[in-house]
C-alpha cells in the first residue's frame, strides 16, 4: 500500500515537473500541454486576480485542515471505545456564537479584496485605444472608431497553418494594440450570445444582442496572446478563436497606417468596378 502511495506520488510530481518545464519552454498568452494553474498574468488586472486566487485557496486550505482536524479528534477521543458514556450536553453559548461569528469574519475577508478587484475591473482609466468588439455567427468583427478601421477575424483552418501557429487559436486578421496602452473594448452582438475572453488578460466578458458592454485590459508585454469565446453560442463556438498582438507604439503606428492605406485602395477599387 506504502509502495503504491510513493509510486502516485512520483508520478504526479514529475507531472508538475513535466508541466512547469513546457510552460517553460514555450511563450506565454495560451495554455500548454499538461499546465497547471492560470496562464501567466500579462496585466494588472489579471496579477490581481491571480493573488486573489492565491489568497481564497490559502483560506480554503485552512478551514479544509481545521475541519479535517475536528473530524479527526471527534472520531478518535469520542468513539464507542473511548468514550462509552457520551456527554448529554446540548447547547454552549461561546461555541455558538464562535461558530457565527468566525465565518462572518471569513466573509468579510474575503469580500474587501473581492470589492477591490471588481472595482478595478470595472473603474476604466482614459482609453489610450477604443476598439469594439462584434461577435457574429462564427467570427469576431473589428473595429478601430478613431482610427476608421474595421476588419473581420476568422479563424485559420488547420490546412492552412503556417510552421508555430496554434491550432484553432489562429486568426487572419489578428487584433493589435501598442504595449503598455489602456485597451478599452467595447463587446456587442450581431446574433446570439457570445463571449470575449482572453486568459492571460483577465478579460472574459459577454456580447450580447442589444446591448454594449465593456470591458478593458493593459498588456505590459509584447506577444501574441489568444482567447476564445466562452459561450456555447452554437454549432461552431469552438472555432471563434481571439487573437491580440501586443507590439511597440512605432509598430501599432505603422499597423494603423498599413490598414488605412489598404482601406483606401479597396474603396478606390470599388469606386472603379462601378463606374
Known amino acids: 500500500m506504502l509502495h503504491r502511495a510513493?509510486?502516485?506520488?512520483?508520478?504526479?510530481?514529475?507531472l508538475g515537473a513535466s508541466g512547469s518545464a513546457l510552460a517553460e519552454?514555450?511563450?506565454?498568452g495560451r495554455a500548454h500541454p499538461w499546465q497547471l494553474g492560470f496562464q501567466e498574468a500579462m496585466t494588472p488586472i489579471m496579477a490581481q486576480i491571480n493573488d486573489f486566487h492565491t489568497y481564497v485557496t490559502a483560506i480554503i486550505i485552512a478551514i479544509t485542515l481545521f475541519v479535517l482536524a475536528l473530524m479527526v479528534i471527534v472520531m478518535v477521543r469520542f468513539n464507542e471505545k473511548s468514550n462509552p458514556e457520551p456527554s448529554r450536553t446540548s447547547h454552549n453559548t461561546l461555541l455558538e456564537v464562535a461558530w457565527t461569528v468566525i465565518p462572518i469574519f471569513i466573509l468579510v475577508a474575503i469580500a474587501i479584496p473581492s470589492f477591490r478587484l471588481l472595482f478595478a475591473q470595472y473603474d476604466f482609466p482614459k482609453?489610450?485605444?477604443s476598439i469594439t468588439a462584434t461577435g457574429a455567427q462564427w467570427y469576431w468583427i473589428y473595429e478601430y472608431p478613431d482610427e476608421n478601421i474595421s476588419f473581420n477575424s476568422i479563424m485559420v483552418p488547420d490546412a492552412q497553418l503556417k510552421e508555430g501557429q496554434p491550432r484553432l487559436l489562429t486568426v487572419d486578421n489578428e487584433v493589435v494594440v501598442p504595449v503598455g496602452a489602456n485597451v478599452v473594448v467595447s463587446l456587442k452582438s450581431n446574433d446570439v450570445i457570445h463571449d470575449w475572453a482572453v486568459p492571460s488578460f483577465g478579460v472574459k466578458l459577454d456580447a450580447v444582442p442589444g446591448r454594449l458592454q465593456q470591458t478593458w485590459f493593459r498588456a505590459e508585454?509584447?506577444?501574441?496572446?489568444?482567447?476564445?469565446c466562452s459561450e456555447l453560442c452554437g454549432r461552431n463556438h469552438a472555432f471563434m478563436p481571439i487573437a491580440v498582438r501586443v507590439v511597440s507604439q512605432d509598430e501599432y503606428d505603422a499597423w494603423v497606417a498599413g490598414k488605412k492605406s489598404a482601406s483606401i485602395d479597396a474603396k478606390g477599387k470599388l469606386a472603379s468596378a462601378r463606374d
Open 6 to 14: 510513493l509510486m502516485v506520488l512520483a508520478a504526479l510530481a514529475g
Open 127 to 129: 482609453a489610450d485605444v
Open 221 to 228: 508585454k509584447e506577444g501574441w496572446f489568444y482567447g476564445q
Open 25 to 28: 519552454e514555450l511563450p506565454p
